[in-house]
C-alpha cells in the first residue's frame, strides 16, 4: 500500500471529551436549533442567513468576524436568524491547494491533522461560548463530522460530494439541517435525490459500525448556479428557477420544502460584489410570489472583514485567502437592507 502512516487520530469522543461544552453552551444552541428547524418546518417566520468567509482561515479575524455579526444579529433578530460560517475544510477541483483549518491550522505551515482537529473544535467552540453562535460547516469528509457533531446548527454538502453515497447516507443521520448543493453541472434531479436520500433510512457502515438513520427531515436544496458544458457560469436563483424547485418537490413529495440560494460560487460568477444584487433579486421574488416565499427559507453569503481575496502568505487580517468575499461594511449595509426589505 503506497501511503505512509504518520499517527493515529483520536476519536471524536476523545476530542470532546478534552474539549467539552458547558451547560450553557448546550442550552444556547438546542434553543438555537430549535429556531433554525422552525424556519425550515414553516412553523417560523424568520428568514435565515448563512455568512462568513469563503474559508476559516485564522482564528483571531473569523472570531472577529463573528463578533460584528453578533452586534449585528441583535439589530435584525426579529426577522432574520444568523448562522455564521466557520468552514474549516476547503474542497478543491484538482486536490492543489489550501485546503482549510483542518489541513492546514496555520495555512504558511505544513499540514497537521492533529493540531488541524483541534483548531476547529477551538474555533466553533469559541463562538458557541462568547457570542452564542451555534455555526455551519461544510461536510467535506463524512467521518470527521464526529468532531463537530454537537456544535453545529447546519450543514453543507458540496457540489463535489452531493453525489457521493457516504455523504448522503451520512446527512440522513444528521440531527441538524444539512443542506444539498445542486452539482456542479448544475442537474437538478441529482441534488432532488440527494435529498431523497438524506430524508430516508438507512443502514450502512460508518466509521467501522454498522449504523441505521432515521432519516433527516429537514435534508433540503442548496441553489448555487453551475458550469454548462462550454465551461460558462450559469446561475440558478431567478423566479422562474426557484418555481421549477418547487415544483419537483411536489412531484416527489418531500418533507419540508425548502431552498437555501448560495448568491456567490457560479451563481455569481465568483464576482463577489454581484451578491448585494443577487440577495435583493432573491428577496424580491418572495415579495412577489407566497410559494416563493415558503420555500426559500435563506441566503447564503460570503462575507469577510476585507473584501476581496488575497494569496496565502500575504497577511491582510481578515481578507479571504480562497475565494473573495463581500467586506465588513458592504455586509452589514446588506444585512440590513435585507431585513427592510423581507
Known amino acids: 500500500m503506497s501511503m505512509n502512516f504518520h499517527k493515529k487520530l483520536p476519536s471524536g469522543g476523545d476530542i470532546k471529551e478534552d474539549y467539552p461544552l458547558t451547560a450553557k453552551m448546550i442550552q444556547v444552541k438546542k434553543e438555537r436549533d430549535e429556531k433554525i428547524k422552525a424556519v425550515f418546518d414553516g412553523t417560523l417566520d424568520k428568514f435565515v442567513l448563512i455568512i462568513g468567509p469563503c474559508s476559516a482561515d485564522h482564528s483571531e479575524p473569523v472570531l472577529e468576524y463573528i463578533s460584528r455579526l453578533r452586534r449585528l444579529e441583535e439589530q435584525v433578530s426579529d426577522k ?109 434531479g441529482v441534488m432532488m435525490n440527494s435529498i431523497v436520500a438524506a430524508q430516508s433510512s438507512h443502514t450502512f457502515i460508518y466509521r467501522g459500525w454498522e449504523v441505521t438513520s432515521d432519516g433527516n427531515p429537514y435534508a433540503h436544496a442548496i441553489l448555487r448556479g453551475y458550469i454548462d458544458y462550454a465551461g460558462r457560469n450559469i446561475s440558478n436563483y431567478h423566479y422562474e428557477d426557484l418555481l421549477r424547485v418547487q415544483e419537483l418537490y411536489e412531484e416527489l413529495n418531500l418533507k419540508n420544502p425548502s431552498v437555501i440560494v448560495d448568491t456567490n460560487h457560479n451563481n455569481s460568477g465568483k464576482k463577489y460584489l454581484e451578491q448585494i444584487r443577487i440577495s435583493k433579486d432573491i428577496v424580491h421574488s418572495r415579495n412577489q410570489n407566497s410559494d416563493i416565499k415558503r420555500l426559500v427559507k435563506g441566503l447564503m453569503i460570503e462575507s469577510y472583514l476585507e473584501d476581496g481575496a488575497q494569496s496565502v502568505g500575504e497577511h491582510v487580517f481578515g481578507k479571504s485567502i480562497t475565494d473573495p468575499c463581500l467586506g465588513w461594511e458592504k455586509t452589514e449595509r446588506l444585512v440590513l437592507d435585507i431585513a427592510e426589505k423581507l
Open 80 to 188: 432574520i436568524i444568523i448562522i455564521p460560517r466557520i468552514y474549516t475544510n476547503k474542497p478543491r477541483t484538482t486536490g492543489h491547494g489550501y485546503k482549510g483549518m483542518l489541513h492546514q491550522p496555520d495555512p504558511d505551515a505544513k499540514p497537521d491533522m492533529y493540531k488541524g482537529i483541534v483548531a476547529i473544535r477551538e474555533l466553533h467552540l469559541a463562538a458557541l461560548r462568547d457570542y452564542d453562535f451555534s455555526c455551519a460547516d461544510e461536510m467535506l469528509y463524512p467521518e470527521n463530522y464526529r468532531y463537530l457533531s454537537d456544535l453545529l446548527s447546519y450543514v453543507a454538502v458540496g457540489a463535489r460530494s452531493v453525489e457521493n453515497q457516504q455523504h448522503r447516507l451520512t446527512a440522513s443521520g444528521i440531527d441538524a439541517p444539512v443542506g444539498m448543493k445542486n452539482p456542479t453541472g448544475g442537474d437538478l
